[in-house]
């Protein structure tokens, strides 16, 4: 398997502007993770899903931030209007939690630019 | 709610062994785990402990967990300048939900020649 897989790597953009990131997860896990991750507040779990189902989106910063997951095999982080303090590395991850140790694995990461 | 500490910043000589430390909260923890993010990266597993073992040897790695104290360690033997890295302690327990992993703030280890 690919492992995670995170579109775009890089992306730099003007405030106010629509940002769509997206992950493909590695095949067969049944939870998927958005963090985001900054040098002042580290790793932060911004929403997850299981079985494409959103559990806990407590994370979210605000209403500007939006999840989906159509499907197994994708899902995407919307940010609307973005904002330069939406400036940060956004990493997916996915588990397969059933009979295992709940290692998740993570994608590249997103670095995101908001000027 | 859950939480993890671990200190921000270790500096050692190569050649030395690499403590870091990591305390958690939650005592119904099951697996308790190392990652390690290097430049550029996003975070990759670098071991795990179940909550009934208290020792866990990989190779330079060492794992040793005091459930008592809540506490957490990974010693690097011989650290070796490819381990720069952060290195996040995480764990999951039962009563999150399942599979919701909590991680540390990381720390960063830095290699002195």
């Known amino acids: 398997d690919a492992g995670v897989i995170q579109s775009p790597r890089h992306e730099v953009t003007e405030m106010g502007q629509e940002v769509t990131l997206r992950c493909k997860p590695i095949?067969?896990?049944?939870?998927l993770f958005w963090y985001r991750q900054t040098m002042m507040r580290g790793l932060e779990l911004l929403i997850y899903?299981?079985?494409?189902?959103?559990?806990?989106d407590s994370g979210m910063p605000e209403d500007r931030f939006s999840a989906k997951m159509p499907n197994a095999s994708f899902s995407t982080l919307k940010i609307q209007p973005s904002e330069p303090r939406d400036s940060a590395v956004y990493f997916c991850?996915?588990?397969?939690?059933?009979?295992?140790?709940?290692?998740?694995?993570f994608g590249p990461g997103t670095r995101l630019t908001v000027l | 709610g859950e939480d993890v500490e671990q200190s921000l910043f270790l500096s050692v000589r190569e050649g030395d062994s690499s403590v870091i430390n990591c305390t958690y909260t939650d005592s119904s923890s099951t697996y308790l785990y190392w990652y390690k993010q290097e430049p550029g990266a996003g975070l990759q597993l670098l071991t795990y402990?179940?909550?009934?073992?208290d020792m866990k040897q990989d190779q330079r790695l060492t794992v040793l967990l005091n459930k008592k104290d809540k506490h957490l360690s990974l010693r690097i033997a011989d650290t070796q300048t490819g381990d720069s890295a952060i290195y996040f302690c995480a764990e999951t327990s039962l009563s999150s939900s399942a599979s919701k992993i909590i991680f540390g703030s990381g720390t960063r280890l830095s290699i002195r020649p």
């Open positions: 899903f299981n079985n494409n189902v959103p559990i806990d």
């Open positions: 991850a996915s588990s397969l939690w059933q009979g295992g140790s709940g290692e998740q694995f």
């Open positions: 095949s067969g896990h049944d939870y």
């Open positions: 402990i179940f909550s009934n073992m």
